[in-house]
């Protein structure tokens, strides 16, 4: 006896021979209420899935236990952000039986007439973490979301356009699978405003791209910038390098001044983000100009003081100092007290006394660094050739958080 799995598709009255004969002869009928009502003319008990879900769970070993027919119910396919995953891993698969129908992201494909191997896919289903749509915004044409009560189409319009998306449109599935289905496509400051049915989902549509590409590399030039201040292009590639970012990387930049370090580093993690912390507010509107105009959306702007600013920020596996480090090693140390296990905080110093601080702190901490000096050049014309006009040192430090030794016995 195995529990069996049934995927309703997006309409359950159009459900093939074999899944209905399953359903209609459970002893035990599991689903949401939305589900269950549907199939509320059968003689089955029935158990809503609400939370916890431990709860449910135990139910249905209960059940299962007793030797009932146990079926489970699920929109769409339940192996596409369904409940199929959790049952497996809860009761084996050697216990489960699949049943796949189509999910709501097929009927979305087919209804925009888009390839959906093309498509990302996510759920923004009971998350508020906007990450993964963010990312998936930077790398691909159409992007369909599934959403909930609170990650409404109002709201994810609103967040885009708080990260000065303009060059993606938006489309509304309504009701699918019902008389009242309904497809509405609009822009983003459009779906902003408005009320849809609770019983939705999006697509996500690209019209256009960022005013300039994003890439590693960018010519200081079309940073927009205080009078030129900047982590010059050099300095930028070797500070990057230093930091060793792996695509899932969550990475502060504190003292971001205009951005360039966190816009570059935005474009290698490509499904982390980037905290971009400054505390004067001319710079925070130059960091939100560079964001949008590269379409760097998976960094996050925070203004104001950095030991403030990062209390509720997930903790870092990589940090960058590019300003701000000063004599004090307050600052310095709260840092580090945050950095993940065996991450990297990487500090830019153009000061010996903040390379002193830095040296300083990571020796009391024991911790391995090491200091690179960066000192380039760069062309500019004279008489008909060019010369060689030098830029300001800048030392690097970078330390690696060891892993506290495992004691023995």
């Known amino acids: 006896m195995a529990i069996h799995v049934v995927g309703l598709g ?4 159009t459900l093939p021979e074999l899944h209905e004969q399953i359903i209609t002869t459970a002893d035990v009928l599991v689903g949401g209420k939305r589900q269950l009502a549907a199939f509320a003319d059968l003689d089955a008990e029935t158990i809503p899935i609400t939370s916890p879900l431990s709860n449910v769970f135990n139910a249905i070993e209960a059940s299962y236990n007793a030797r009932k027919e146990v079926v489970v119910i699920a929109d769409g396919d339940p192996l596409f952000y369904g409940i199929g995953d959790s049952i497996i891993k809860k009761f084996g698969s050697e216990n489960v039986v699949i049943h796949p129908n189509t999910a709501t992201i097929q009927a979305i494909a087919a209804r925009a007439k888009v390839s959906w191997q093309d498509m990302r896919m996510l759920s923004l ?4 973490d906007y990450t993964p749509l963010y990312t998936a915004l930077m790398q691909c044409d159409h992007v369909a979301v599934l959403t909930d009560d609170t990650n409404i189409p109002a709201v994810i319009a609103q967040k885009l356009l708080d990260r000065g998306l303009t060059w993606f449109n938006i489309g509304i599935f309504e009701d699918m699978g019902t008389d009242n289905e309904k497809i509405t496509n609009c ?3 459009e779906a902003s405003c408005r009320s849809f049915s609770r019983l939705n989902a999006v697509l996500i549509k690209r019209t256009g791209h960022p005013e300039q590409p994003l890439r590693v590399g960018i010519p200081d030039t079309q940073f927009a910038t205080e009078r030129k201040l900047i982590t010059k292009r050099p300095v930028r590639a070797a500070s990057l390098s230093m930091l060793e970012l792996e695509p899932r990387n969550i990475m502060w930049d504190i003292g971001a001044g205009s951005g360039s370090v966190s816009i570059e580093a935005a474009h290698l993690l490509s499904k982390g983000a980037v905290y971009s912390v400054e ?14 105009r590269f379409g760097a959306l ?3 702007i925070l203004h104001g003081d950095a030991q403030t600013c990062i209390e509720g920020l997930p903790t870092p596996d990589r940090i960058f100092i590019g300003g701000g480090l000063g004599s004090d090693n307050a600052l ?6 945050r950095l993940q296990q065996h991450g990297l905080i990487v500090v830019n110093c153009t000061l010996l006394s903040s390379l002193e601080t830095a040296k300083n702190h990571f020796k009391s901490c024991g911790w391995e660094y090491d200091v690179t000096m960066i000192q380039a050049s760069v062309s500019s014309p004279l008489a008909g050739d060019i010369r060689l006009d030098s830029m300001n040192p800048i030392f690097i430090i970078s330390a690696r958080k060891p892993v506290p030794e495992k004691q023995s016995d």
């Open 10 to 13: 997006i309409d359950p009255d």
């Open 125 to 128: 289903h009971g998350r508020n």
């Open 187 to 189: 822009t983003l400051d």
């Open 279 to 292: 505390r004067k507010s001319e710079r925070v509107d130059l960091i939100r100009k560079n964001r949008a």
């Open 298 to 300: 998976n960094v996050d």
């Open 332 to 337: 310095l140390a709260s840092l580090c007290e």
